[in-house]
């Protein structure tokens, strides 16, 4: 099957397969890798054991526009090592950094948004006074915590931040809107994964949180036993830069990890926030907002502005974190504090509805027996199990330090010790500013819509000028042992070639049920040759016997990756060097002069590229049968290797030459020394 009646030059084909695909070469398995484009725009990593092309042609214009199986041409790539990593990571780096050299397949695909060379605080404000007064509530030291958590994700992306933040409110009162905005616009949604389904995250197979910079759980439609279950799990991922990856049906990896965590509540409580747990920042978002469909109208508007994500990456960029520590100094929040609260087992929480009311200084004791059976009382009335007898008055000594003694009347009665100052003290040591016990508790500020809302201007859109060719996608990508080339521009025939091959393209991944089109993903670029490559792989349904069989035309780019990297410089031939297409066109010529098809005669088979690896062993050997005829007065052809045609002997310098080239290295002759 022909996936069009387009006609491809090698070139163009090979800029696509190595757009689209890689292999990561295991020593007991290999995984291959393809890149899918979503219908919301961002760009998916897809993996699986092999690849399912079918019978997949394409027509190539060296070869007269006939067809060839898409079998060949990936064979022929991966043969020349064009698509082998040794391993996967997921190493991010700066926004406005150059990538370093490594040795692994990196699934990072940039930040979405770019640095703007000026911020515009028309722009910026907008964002932070919501945080500031929505998010945080109005609390300066909070607000201020979470935009350097968020600089943090992209100022160190390498590096995890430690802790969780928590936004608790009800439905629709502004808590999505600069989330979505993150993930559709600053980071990309590649980067930012969401979800309400907690086994995404925690299961056995957690292919969704490879490669992200935030995670935002919805905990809407979680169910609380769901939390509580996987707390422990859910707080040690806070913390860890690594993970094992594992897809259905493919060998696990480990993989870099360095997500922020969000969890986006409508209840009280959703995490377990323990004694001393410095990894959960908590936000009561504020209610101010309700019902103001002019304030998030003028927010939205400022959000989808085009220059919006540029200026507010340069402001989180410029925030000064060089003595910040986000898992140091986190505000401490009322809601924190209830969060704990709500927490503690239902023994503390009874002492501190007991003693509520009590005047400053009060001491009681009641016996145990009375008090037990009050705290049996309070149980029925909240619908909490009661702990046995003795279960109660060990939680009660250990948590907040109720001692009990013998009465000293006739009776000799055990006793509790209530004393209020000193429960109070224990409260205050180990779950910081209760509202119970607080010395100076923060009221919430009025709920008015239409008191302190900030009336926003919206800059003017200054439209852009269209590009006359579409852009690569193309965050860098990392090459084994050499600098890193820049991905080539793709022109409307490649991507037309592209889309074509794309639309017939099967399922690749074992966990996915059909592929999604691919359009425009970044380049997979050539890598160095390594001795111990595993053989090709039967990777494609067989094609037809009698296909002639091309090698690889790896193409040398010298363009920059983005529009923000400096412009390529000219690169110096040496005194006699012909370029490719002169080349080309001289072998052309010469098939035409001794009567051979020029398109034949190009076509680079699999036994031109056996012979090229022993074209040198093959000339030597040669020049000394010459000689030895020449003393014998022999015939010189009668000892000539006759695979060594004229032909076969200038396609092999061919072959040795755009090695060469794809090295970096523009030599007149295919050696160096003498021989």
Same mark, same amino acid.
């Given at each position: ?33 393809? %890149?899918? !484009? ?11 054991? !092999? ?19 898409? !079998? ?6 991966? &043969? ?41 605080? /028309?722009?910026? /404000? ?44 009800? +439905? ?59 707390? *422990? ?11 094992? #990856? ?24 959703? #995490? ?29 508007? #400022? ?92 939680? #009660? ?28 003290? %224990? ?11 607080? &010395? ?16 926003? /201007? ?63 993903? +970044? ?39 983005? /529009? ?43 036994? *031109? ?60 002759? +295919? ?5």
């Amino acid at each position: 099957m022909c996936t069009s009646k387009k006609k491809f030059t090698r070139t163009e084909v090979y800029d696509v397969i190595q757009t689209v695909l890689a292999c990561v070469v295991f020593p007991q398995s290999r995984i291959w890798i393809s %890149k899918h !484009k979503k219908p919301d725009g961002s760009l998916i990593f897809k993996m699986g054991p !092999k690849l399912g092309f079918g019978g997949l042609n394409i027509n190539l214009v060296e070869l007269g526009g006939e067809s060839i199986g898409l !079998k060949s041409l990936i064979d022929r790539i991966y &043969d020349n090592e064009g698509i082998i990593y040794d391993d996967i990571d997921f190493m991010p780096y700066l926004p406005n950094a150059t990538p370093s050299k490594t040795n692994f397949f990196n699934l990072f695909l940039g930040f979405k948004a770019k640095p703007a060379p000026q911020i515009n605080y /028309n722009l910026i /404000n907008p964002i932070t006074w919501h945080i500031e007064n929505i998010w945080c509530n109005g609390d300066k030291a909070l607000s201020e915590y979470v935009l350097n958590w968020i600089a943090f994700l992209v100022q160190y992306p390498n590096k995890i931040p430690g802790t969780i933040l928590v936004l608790r409110s009800p +439905p629709r009162y502004g808590k999505n809107i600069i989330t979505d905005f993150i993930r559709k616009s600053l980071f990309g949604p590649e980067l930012v994964f969401s979800t309400s389904d907690l086994g995404k995250i925690l299961g056995k197979f957690n292919g969704c949180v490879q490669g992200r910079k935030l995670i935002i759980m919805n905990e809407a439609g979680m169910l609380t036993g769901e939390w509580h279950k996987s707390n *422990d799990h859910l707080k040690s991922l806070i913390t860890e830069d690594y993970i094992t #990856i594992e897809h259905k049906g493919l060998e696990p990896f480990d993989c870099g990890h360095f997500p922020g965590f969000m969890v986006l509540s409508n209840h009280d409580a959703p #995490i377990r926030v323990e004694q001393g747990d410095g990894r959960i920042v908590c936000l009561d978002v504020s209610l101010r907002c309700k019902g103001n469909f002019k304030y998030f109208g003028q927010l939205g508007k #400022i959000l989808n502005h085009p220059d919006t994500p540029g200026s507010f990456m340069s402001y989180l960029l410029d925030r000064d974190l060089l003595d910040w520590n986000p898992e140091k100094n986190i505000p401490t929040t009322k809601m924190k504090t209830e969060t704990m609260q709500e927490h503690l087992p239902n023994p503390i929480r009874f002492i501190i509805d007991h003693i509520s009311l009590w005047s400053e200084n009060q001491v009681e004791n009641p016996s145990t027996d009375l008090l037990y059976q009050a705290y049996r009382t309070w149980c029925e009335a909240n619908g909490e199990k009661p702990f046995t007898n003795s279960i109660f008055g060990k939680k #009660i000594k250990m948590k907040i330090s109720i001692e009990r003694k013998r009465a000293g009347s006739g009776k000799r009665e055990w006793q509790y010790i209530l004393d209020q100052s000193k429960i109070v003290a %224990k409260m205050r040591e180990s779950i910081c500013e209760i509202e119970e016990f607080s &010395d100076t508790p923060k009221d919430n500020p009025p709920i008015d819509s239409s008191t302190g809302m900030p009336i926003f /201007n919206v800059p003017e859109i200054t439209p852009k000028p269209e590009k006359d060719t579409a852009e690569a996608l193309t965050p860098d990508r990392n090459e084994k042992g050499k600098g890193t080339s820049s991905a080539p521009p793709f022109t409307n025939m490649t991507q037309e070639l592209f889309d074509s091959i794309i639309d017939q393209l099967e399922s690749s991944v074992a966990s996915s049920s059909k592929s999604t089109n691919i359009s425009l993903p +970044p380049e997979i670029e050539h890598v160095e040759v390594i001795d111990d490559k595993p053989k090709s792989p039967e990777i494609i349904e067989e094609s037809a016997k009698n296909e002639p069989e091309i090698s690889p035309v790896l193409p040398v780019s010298n363009e920059s990756k983005s /529009n923000n990297e400096a412009p390529p410089q000219q690169v110096s031939y040496p005194p006699g060097y012909q370029t490719r297409e002169q080349r080309e066109k001289r072998l052309r010529e010469t098939a035409i002069k001794y009567g051979e098809d020029p398109d034949k005669f190009m076509t680079i088979t699999e036994k *031109d590229k056996d012979l090229s690896l022993i074209f040198k062993d093959k000339m030597i050997s040669d020049a000394e049968m010459i000689q030895f005829a020449k003393d014998t007065d022999d015939d010189p052809d009668t000892l000539m290797d006759k695979d060594m045609d004229r032909r076969a002997r200038l396609i092999c310098i061919e072959i040795k030459i755009r090695k060469h080239e794809d090295d970096g290295e523009f030599r007149a002759t +295919p050696y160096d020394d003498e021989e």
